[in-house]
């Protein structure tokens, strides 16, 4: 069984930052891509930023220069420092992982959500 639980999240002013985290336990033996998506009100879940095991990431052009994904394989954890936030990053964020366990895979988990909400 594999758990991703993120953690973090709450209420800042336009202009504030946060830390995201997000941890993952269980059966595993390695972990690949990981990711924070977020869902907004009304909104489908779009993809935010992703990196890989070697540190390589990827953002959508709406969080570039403000926000910063980066990863502690020994922790098996994710983060995402957000700066600068906008009204517009309120949403429900998501991690997920492409994580290969003891029953095989890769297979992507992900984890239950954490509140963001930037509002003054």
């Keep these: ?7 973090g999240g709450g209420l800042v002013q336009p202009g504030g930052s946060l830390r995201l985290s997000c941890a993952a336990s269980g059966s ?6 990981m990711g924070w998506y977020r869902q907004g009100p009304g909104k489908e879940r779009e993809l ?14 709406s969080v ?29 964020y998501y991690c997920k992982g492409s994580i290969y366990g003891f029953r095989g895979g890769p297979t992507d988990y992900w984890g239950q959500g954490t509140q963001v909400t930037v509002s003054s």
């Design 48 to 61: 935010v930023a992703t990196i890989s095991r070697s540190h390589n990431t990827q953002y959508v052009d």
């Design 1 to 7: 069984q594999v758990q991703l639980v993120e953690s």
């Design 64 to 92: 570039k220069g403000r926000f910063t994904i980066s990863r502690d394989n020994a922790k098996n954890t994710v983060y995402l420092q957000m700066n600068s936030l906008k009204p517009e990053d309120t949403a429900v």
């Design 28 to 33: 595993i033996i390695s972990i690949y891509d």
